[in-house]
Each structure stands twice: as C-alpha cells, then as structure tokens.
C-alpha cells in the first residue's frame, strides 16, 4: 500500500470518528468531500467544491448544505483550514505541510510558498514580545503577473 494511500485511510478513520463525536452520520458523499480536498491542491469555495463534486460523480446526490456542513466540522477540527475572502466567502484546502500564500485581488489567484526566512523572523519576533507561536497564517494580497499585464493593457 502506497503511504498517501496509508495516510488517507488514517484520515478516514479520524474523519469517521469525528463525524460519529458531533452525532453525524458517515455517508459516502461526506467522504467524497474529504478525499476530494485530500487529493486536489485547489482552494476551494462550497460551491466550487460542489460543482466539483457533481462533475467527478455524476450519480451522487451531494447538497451544497451538506458540503457546508462537513467543512465547517472539518476546519473546526483542523483537518483542514480556511483562507478568508470578506464578503467573498471562504476557500478551503487540505494543508498537509505548512505554508503562506501569495493572493491576488483581481481574479482570486493562490499562489502557496514557504520561505525560511520569513518564518525565522516570526520566531523572532514573537520571542521578542514573548509569545509562544501556537499557529499562524500568512496572506499576502497583490495583484498577478497576469492581472498587472491586462490593466497595463488598458491603460
């Protein structure tokens, strides 16, 4: 058995004791929902998550409340996180190792990196004002090489 394959299963495992703690049942379209996320690096939204879903099974009935559902329960428990858009809503992804991201504005782009650098200096300065680091995130919101060459276009 290949160690994604391992590491999956494990989660299921997790997710399905998870699931039976908040007294929700297991389906398969909850679990469609987690090795969906599991296996695409895309941040999702509900929505695109759902769409997603429908294309690649096309015989599941899956609602969007129950994709809302098992999000909320799955972020809450940290197996996955969430970044924030305001008004925009939410995008979701299955964070196996930690990382920043690179946003932009303009058409919704992720870019993830990690720099060691950078997270040296939260080391530091979190030391600095005595702190100890329980978690963090990092967005940094711009604009894309792509976004930049279509409003100089205009211009």
Known sequence: MECKAIEYHIILEQFKDLLKQNGMKYTLQREIILKTLFENSTHFTPESLHRFIRDSYPNLNIGVATIYRTLG???????ISSISFGIQGKKYEFEQTHHDH??????????????????????????????????HMMQIHGICPKCQAKLNEKE
């Open 102 to 135: 690179l946003i932009c504005d303009e058409c919704g782009d992720i870019v993830e990196f990690l720099d060691k650098d950078i997270e040296k200096k939260q080391l530091e300065i979190a030391k600095e004002f005595g702190y100890k680091i329980v978690s």
């Open 73 to 79: 329960l799955l972020e809450k428990s940290d197996i």
